[in-house]
């Protein structure tokens, strides 16, 4: 017969610990651990308590600053989570030096830590620039999606959201006549269901009309701005496209120094697109390193930024040229040029097959070379023989002379072609097209400035820095954050 080593659960074993040997030189957690004890200035969370004389001694914020920074660190991100880990995990223990602070304890500290986290951040940041981490050579500017905790099924204009309350009120009152007439005749359990059913539907209409009362209509950005989708539950973020759908949350953009990748600034937006955040941004910069340095003047001068397509627009690299910064961003023909990507077919074979993968359909429509234009006559016919009517002549686009053709709905409505023509064949309007004088001389826009500039072995290799630089920070966060931030 087989024999094993004995073991015995009621046996008792002393393990002597010492807090402050756990906290290892050389690992995050000493690190953390020596700057919040040393390099930054709490008072901002001590302000909060009002126990000099009587009440019970709070926690050190000190020691709750540390346990949160390092649960996130670690992934996690709730309060009893950590107030867990304070209990059975030795690093936090150690951390916290067994204090174990109640998850409300916890939950209400990360709730008003808001208040303090930015100067806490700037305070952070001046212990880089001390230890020659920030190099100041490129910025690296790129955003992340980030899901909020809102159903984007609660998402609408208030327009939707007026007739979508109508409806539920007039469901409520079907509802309401019909449980009356059978009140008597129904089983309790069915009758109990429908009251659920009823009172669930009045709380959804009431959370709509406080919405529309209290919340002021969002408009988009652009020359022909519209009511866009509110969201009622967290109405500061946005639906907005990612790689894997729509999802409802905030566009996480982080401004990255490249000799150690340290964040300089950060900031969420309530919106999708990028393009409006780069000003505000590079602001954000130049505020952050005239906090932590002594040489406060052309900060962004003296150095690169550079950025991906989402941030490209003439307006911005307008802004970016006037303001004098060296900077390198990306449109979306950047590969197409590249000659390391000469093999432009095998290339652009490999990107439809990307967004094949990701549910999008490429649109092959017709190009404007399958029009028929005629600019002596003024007319243009599209690729279906029907002529279209002029609707500019002789006009401006981004400044350049154009004349814009449109199809006639009673044709493109019930043309053949539609589904190669339009973008939606259920769209109303007729497929628009613009024609650019050739013969005007084109001036050389900041766009195109920018192409050459970024087109040039310099500037290419400056840009391919980037990458190099943001998206690690981007790749190391998601994970350890355990959050769930999408490109
Ligand atoms: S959709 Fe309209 S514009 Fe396009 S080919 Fe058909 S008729 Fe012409």
Redesign the pocket.
Known sequence: MARFKHYDYNQTKMIPLRFADQIQSGTFEYTLNHVVDNDLDLSIFEQRYRNDINGAPAYDPAILLKIVLFAYSRGITSSRGIAQACRENVLFMALSADSQPHHSTIADFVTRMDEGIAPLFTHVLMVCNQMGLIGREMFAIDGCKLPSNASKEWSETHAELTRKQRKIDRAVERMLVAHRSQDQRVEPKIRERQEAQIEKLEQASAKIKKHLATEPERIGRGKRAKAIKNNITDPDSASMKTSKGVIQGYNGIAAVDSKHQVIVHAHAYGEGPEQHALVPMLLGIKRQLYQISEKNEGILQSTKITADSGFHSEDNMKRLSRMGIDSYIADNQFRKRDPRFIDSITYQEEQEKRQAERGYKHSKR?ALSD?DYDPVAGTC??????S?WCRMEDGRINGRKATGF???RK??R?????A???RDPNQKE??Q?AFFDRSEHKESSYIDRMKEKIDSPMGRHIYSQRLGTVEPVFGTWKPTRGSNALP
């Open positions: 017709f029009f016919r599209c690729p279906a023989g029907n279209m449109q199809g006639y044709y493109c019930v043309c053949p072609l539609k190669q023509c339009l007729g497929r097209v």
